[in-house]
């Protein structure tokens, strides 16, 4: 093993000690399928009040599936680094980049909604409904296209797009990934040049000598300055390791706070779909309530040993309706 090699693979381990419980919590297995399969044959009181839940459905499978998917791709950024591929490393790395950055940009805006404190805050109701949600559902299906053009156009080279859902209070506004990533920056310092340095090397019209070689070393062009010195704009300029000449190294540095950081903000959205869900909790439960003082709780087809419609498992008498009868 090089000396580069020793220091990666260093680095590598830091992250993977640090993304241990990331792992597991990636292998768990979510499958939302049994939420439609939960409410299918129900009547309409029960998915009427189930649909209470989808606030917080919705900001779980938002931030789960965003989780998972870093997490898969940092076994892939091990398994690169591992093998010395530096091509496919840099690519999934500056897409590291792109999902935290998001992360975080979701995280900041939950964190600016403070939920409503009862089911009577209508304001607060309002701005749950026509603000939060649809920001939440587009930042799930994280795209800029409007499902309702999609579903205009409905077959792209005869794949039909049959199950998107048209939203009406979709927010179509494109998200550029650039200002999630500079926000990103001011907590994490470098990751905007990290950034720039990355796409470089995805890029075909960067030197391709570079990464097509396992052995990252920089090149000096004909004016004897290092390639890359035009893409560095910034707060943290990058020193490049004159015994390794190893700029790949700098961003993998850099890699390691992001993870520190991200695991800070991963810690702060669970706190949020903690409190979405008691909230929406107590939505179910007012629902509960409100059958049950109108002397119309069996009419509607609930017992209190029926499964609780807030997708618990637990029977509505050990949960959403504890207090009702
Ligand atoms: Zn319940």
């Known amino acids: 093993m090089t000396k580069s090699q020793i220091k990666i693979s260093k680095k ?37 009040i189930s649909l209470r839940m989808n606030f917080y459905l919705t900001l779980k499978k938002l931030f789960i599936s ?6 898969k791709l940092f076994s892939s950024y091990f398994e690169f680094s591992r093998e010395g591929n530096a091509l496919l490393k840099s690519i999934i790395h500056r ?64 794949v039909r797009l049959r199950n998107l859902e048209t939203r009406n209070a979709y927010d179509t506004t494109p998200l550029n990934i650039l200002t999630a990533i500079e926000k990103l920056d001011r907590k994490v ?16 019209n960067f030197f391709d000598s570079m990464t097509a070689h396992s052995n990252q070393s920089s090149e000096l062009n004909e004016f004897g300055d290092m390639v890359f010195n035009f893409v560095m704009s ?13 700029i790949l190294g700098l961003t993998d540095d850099i890699l390691i706070e992001l993870v520190e950081f991200y695991l800070v903000i991963i810690l702060e959205s669970e706190k949020y779909i903690r409190e979405a869900k008691a909230f929406c909790k107590n939505l179910v439960e007012s629902d509960l309530q409100f059958y049950v003082n109108e002397r119309a709780f069996k009419k509607t087809g609930l017992r209190k040993g029926t499964k609780c419609p807030c997708f618990s498992g ?6 959403c309706g504890k207090h009702l009868f």
């Not at 640090?18 to 939302?32: C, D, G, H, T, V």
């Not at 935290?100 to 109701?125: C, E, G, H, Q, W």
């Not at 910034?234 to 190893?246: G, Q, R, T, Y």
């Not at 637990?314 to 949960?319: A, E, G, T």
């Open 66 to 71: 965003k989780r998972v998917n870093i997490y």
């Open 314 to 319: 637990l029977r509505i008498k050990d949960c």
């Open 189 to 204: 310092i470098g990751t905007k040049n990290s950034y720039n340095i990355l796409s470089n090397f995805a890029h075909p």
């Open 234 to 246: 910034a707060k943290k300029p990058f020193k490049v390791d004159p015994e390794l000449s190893n």
């Open 95 to 158: 897409s590291i980049i792109e999902r935290v950055a998001i992360f975080y940009y979701y995280t900041r805006l939950m964190k600016n909604y403070s939920l409503p404190k009862s089911d009577d805050d209508d304001a607060a109701l309002t701005i749950l409904e026509r603000t939060i949600m649809p920001k939440i559902v587009r930042g799930y299906s994280q795209t800029s296209i409007d499902p309702e053009q999609l579903l205009k156009i409905n077959d792209i080279r005869g």
């Open 12 to 48: 590598i381990a830091i992250l993977e000690a640090l993304l241990a419980k990331e792992k597991n919590f990636s292998e768990a297995e979510f499958s939302y399928s049994q939420f439609d399969n939960f409410i299918s044959g129900k009547n309409k009181e029960y998915v009427e």
